[in-house]
């Protein structure tokens, strides 16, 4: 349980850091740091999660109640980020949007009302405008687009990271049952096939990632 509790420790100041490097300069945030946010959410809450459900089966009062005041501390801190989150990104579009419509009034012709019916380019004026307009709104599509791809891409490296760090548990693990079973005197046989049991868990562990990768791929493809 206290590898749980370090995990999640872990992911708080990850958390806190990368809020922190978005609340300096919302505009100028890159997308693939909104990205790693909101996979570092999603991966703290699972682990937080993790940790209550380890806590539920605590059987000593005293680690107990102190595990039960750690998942409420992690679950408030996890509802505080959301909400900074929020703000933030609500910050960046609007300083954005008034960029746009700065440099969209920018580009915008000058001239003065009366003579705006007789000046026979006026009509060429409105279509520059108008084309303008739309170059703005497919610059906010690709926008949207690319904030899409940059939290796959995120969650990906996050996933990829769990599933790694699982293996490395699982390989701990496997090697304390081999110690108790040697002690306990197990058979040989009893040890090779439960060997050739963790083989086939290990090759369907990398073929997960394999399809992983793949959908990664055409989602990515698709988006393009």
């Not at 679950?75 to 746009?100: G, M, W, Y």
């Not at 939290?151 to 110690?179: C, H, M, N, P, W």
Request: glycine content about 4%; hydrophobic content about 35%.
């Amino acid at each position: 349980m206290s590898s749980l509790f370090n995990h999640a420790n872990k992911q708080s100041q990850a958390l806190q850091r990368d809020l922190d490097a978005f609340a300096e300069s919302p505009e100028r945030t890159p997308l693939s740091l909104q990205g790693q946010i909101s996979a570092t959410l999603t991966s703290f809450g699972r682990t937080v999660d993790d940790y209550a459900h380890a806590t539920a089966n605590e059987i000593v009062p005293e680690r107990k109640e102190k595990a039960e005041a750690r998942v409420a501390k992690f679950r408030a801190e996890i509802v505080d980020a959301k909400e900074r989150f929020q703000r933030l990104k609500k910050q960046r579009e609007e300083a954005i949007h008034a960029t746009s419509k700065q440099e969209l009034f920018a580009r915008r012709p000058q001239q003065e009302p009366a003579s705006a019916s007789e000046n026979p380019y006026s009509g060429t004026m409105y279509t520059d405008m108008t084309q303008s307009e739309g170059l703005e709104k497919e610059r906010d599509v690709l926008h949207r687009a690319g904030h899409q791809i940059d939290e796959f891409i995120e969650r990906g490296r996050l996933v990829l990271g769990d599933l790694a760090e699982q293996r490395d548990v699982l390989k701990r693990t496997q090697r304390s049952i081999y110690s108790v079973a040697s002690t306990l005197g197990v058979s040989t046989d009893t040890i090779r096939m439960v060997e050739k049991r963790a083989l086939e868990d290990k090759w369907i562990f990398y073929g997960g990632i394999i399809v992983m990768l793949l959908c990664f791929y055409f989602i990515l493809k698709w988006l393009g």
